[in-house]
């Protein structure tokens, strides 16, 4: 019984983990779209001091600053571009979680496709030529007797 | 190109990946270990634009007054921007650069950063204070505005107020000598 009570408390854990991704209500805009639009821009940005979270997940100092920031912008009715672009403007291509296309970041989003396309070119070549190799000759009037007598012995 | 060459060199491909990653990997390594090289440092968006104006108020007890914001804007020569707090234990290994700085003639204004400033008179009480002027970014908004990632860091702008160089984390003596030495003399 306490073993399923248990369970049942991880699974709502692990449902509600995202959805209480800001620890404090305090910090929560008090309206909800406003607040899910805050939050949908915090997922996006990086933690500049972590590295590897997003300003919505890390509870560094300045992530908590660069979320406050983003809720007043978003109160203050600004689209959530602009909010994205001043802080784009400050901290750069890196503090994108999703990078965006540019001559910098060209390679990175190229080497998927360059790979792929190098495997399906050394795929088609080994392909055509298994196919423009000629098949063994056909059996000589001996060898054909030598098969028939083996097969007989087995 | 015959089938059997093609063949050896598809065989020799992994090798000559292997061997260029590892050229790769030594290299990143070699210019961790000389300094020129760090994975974690990304370079300012600011550079090359001009420094975000800064309307802040002076540290409340120290000597040291405020500044306007047309000191950034056009400075006339180059002056360092250097963000700090008396918290901060990077900050306490990083002064006595700025002092030296400032005997030899170099301006730095100074940003106290998310600081009591009680506090901030006492670090500065006792390890020297280096600074032209000096404000207080009680909630960190002028950081942001520099866009940045923590204490110390250090800005230079050149007589133009174009930001020109930034330096996250402490500055050593070797910092001075191999990085901020030659840009104070090109935009002298």
Known sequence: ?154 | MSASTSRRALLWAPLGLAAAGGVGFWAMLRGMKDGSYDPRGVPSALLGKPAPALTLPAVEGVDTPGFAPDALASPGSPVLVNFWASWCVPCVVEHPQLVALQRRGVRILGVNYKDRPAEAAKFLARHGNPFAGLVADADGRAGIEYGLYGVPETYLLDGGGIIRWRWAGPMTPDTLSAELDPLLRRHA
Not at chain 1, 76 to 97: I, K, N, P, T
Not at chain 1, 112 to 119: A, H, K
């Open chain 1, 1 to 154: 019984m306490r073993r399923l009570a248990l369970t049942l408390l991880l699974a709502m854990g692990l449902l509600t983990g995202g959805a209480l991704a800001v620890g404090r209500p305090a910090e929560m805009l008090p309206d909800p779209a406003a607040e899910a639009r805050a939050q949908e821009i915090g997922r996006e940005l990086r933690c500049m001091v972590c590295q590897n979270q997003s300003i919505e997940d890390s509870e560094a100092d300045l992530a908590r600053d660069l979320r406050r920031l983003v809720r007043e912008r978003v109160a203050a009715g600004e689209s959530s571009d602009s909010v994205r672009d001043y802080v784009h403007a400050r901290y750069g291509d890196f503090v994108l979680l999703r990078p965006p296309f540019n001559l910098v970041t060209a390679p990175l989003w190229a080497l998927p496709v360059i790979v792929l396309g190098l495997g399906a070119l050394t795929l088609l070549r080994m392909r055509r030529r298994t196919a423009a190799r000629p098949g063994p000759a056909p059996l000589s009037e001996e060898e054909r007797a030598r098969l028939a007598a083996l097969e007989r012995d087995i």
